[in-house]
C-alpha cells in the first residue's frame, strides 16, 4: 500500500505507524481461535501485528492491515 496524498487534506505528508493500546501493539486473530473451551492465551501463536498509514497533518487514517496475513490461517 503506497499512498501519496491525504484524501482528507490533500497533504502527502503520509507515514506508516504501528497501532497500539497502551504499552502494546494491537494485533488480529482469527475468529476461529476463540473457541469457548480453549485456555486462555491458547490463540497467540496465530496472530498479526496491525500496521496503518495515516496523515501527520491532519491525523486521517488512509488504511490498516496486518503484517503477516499468513499467520492468521488455522
Known amino acids: 500500500m503506497e499512498l ?3 484524501p482528507n487534506c490533500n497533504s502527502q505528508n503520509i ?3 504501528i497501532i497500539r ?3 502494546a501493539p ?6 476461529e481461535s476463540f473457541n ?4 486462555l492465551n491458547s490463540h497467540l501463536g496465530n496472530s498479526s501485528k496491525i500496521t ?3 496523515c501527520q497533518d491532519c491525523g486521517y487514517i ?3 492491515f496486518v503484517d503477516e496475513a499468513n499467520k492468521l490461517i488455522k
Open 4 to 6: 501519496k496524498t491525504c
Open 15 to 17: 507515514h506508516k505507524g
Open 21 to 23: 493500546a497502551g504499552h
Open 26 to 31: 494491537l494485533n488480529m486473530f482469527p475468529e
Open 36 to 39: 469457548k473451551n480453549a485456555p
Open 52 to 54: 496503518s498509514y495515516y
Open 62 to 64: 488512509l488504511g490498516a
